[in-house]
């Protein structure tokens, strides 16, 4: 046996419990849900953090950072939504 097939096969079985879906994980749709909830959480905190530097209570550098932060989340939200409609549209192309 070579010894590279043998290294390989070592790191196969190492990394294949990461490949598995966890015992008793969550279902696709609270995957969703918590998701969502993380979403608004973060434009609800970067909103709070804008009002608190219009009144000079919060830092500037906490502004840029809340407002990077919600930046990244709807690019992210975007596009997964762009991903899913070219998805569907993918779906409604196929023949019947």
Sequence with gaps: MDVRSLFAAQNYNALKPATEAAQGSASASNLIFDTARDFAETLQHSETTAKSAMTGDADPHALVQALA??????????????????????????PV
């Design 69 to 94: 932060q919600s930046e990244l989340a709807v690019e992210t939200v975007v596009t997964v939504r762009d991903k899913v409609v070219e998805a569907y549209q993918e779906i409604l192309r196929m």
